[in-house]
């Protein structure tokens, strides 16, 4: 009990001192981590567990999309709110007659956008990014998405 109380402890500390993009890298490698449990989990015909998994899934999806800033993302944000509803569409509409292998091309599209904020990452880790007004005074993120 305390082992979970004190994991807790952490991941909460984690999302409320992270910058902007560690937040999304976050938020894709928990969707991508939903989307293959809930895929091993449809494999088997354990569809309650999936469709559990893939709800959480929804919820940071939602998450991603709410948090976009479209003034200051520009095309980038419409683009990605693009991708974003594509992937809750095809989310809502899995079901227990669709092959479990429907989510190896959901799981691709966030590992590719992934990859990408993993980049954006790095540059701002080099000070060759600046993510600007989405930074609080602390250094913390005040919107998921740019």
């Given amino acids: ?6 994991q807790n ?4 500390t984690n999302v409320e001192t992270a910058d902007t ?12 981590r939903d989307l293959q449990q809930a895929q091993e989990y449809h494999a088997s015909r354990q569809m309650k567990a999936a469709y559990e998994r893939i709800r959480h899934g929804q919820d940071v ?7 976009l ?15 974003y509803n594509y992937l809750l569409r095809e989310l809502i509409g899995i079901n ?11 799981i691709t599209i966030l590992s590719e956008l992934r ?15 600046h993510l600007g007004d989405l930074e ?4 913390r993120a005040r919107s998921v998405t740019a």
């Fill in 1 to 6: 009990m305390f082992a979970n109380t004190a």
């Fill in 9 to 12: 402890a952490y991941r909460k």
């Fill in 21 to 32: 993009a560690s937040l999304v890298l976050m938020c894709y490698d928990a969707t991508i």
């Fill in 61 to 67: 999806i939602t998450e991603l999309l709410i948090g």
């Fill in 69 to 83: 800033d479209f003034d200051r993302g520009g095309e980038i944000a419409v683009n990605l709110s693009r991708i």
């Fill in 96 to 106: 227990s007659n669709k092959p479990s292998d429907t989510y190896n091309g959901l």
């Fill in 115 to 129: 990859e990408a904020w993993q980049e954006v990452k790095r540059k701002y880790d080099r000070g060759e990014l």
């Fill in 136 to 139: 609080g005074d602390e250094g």
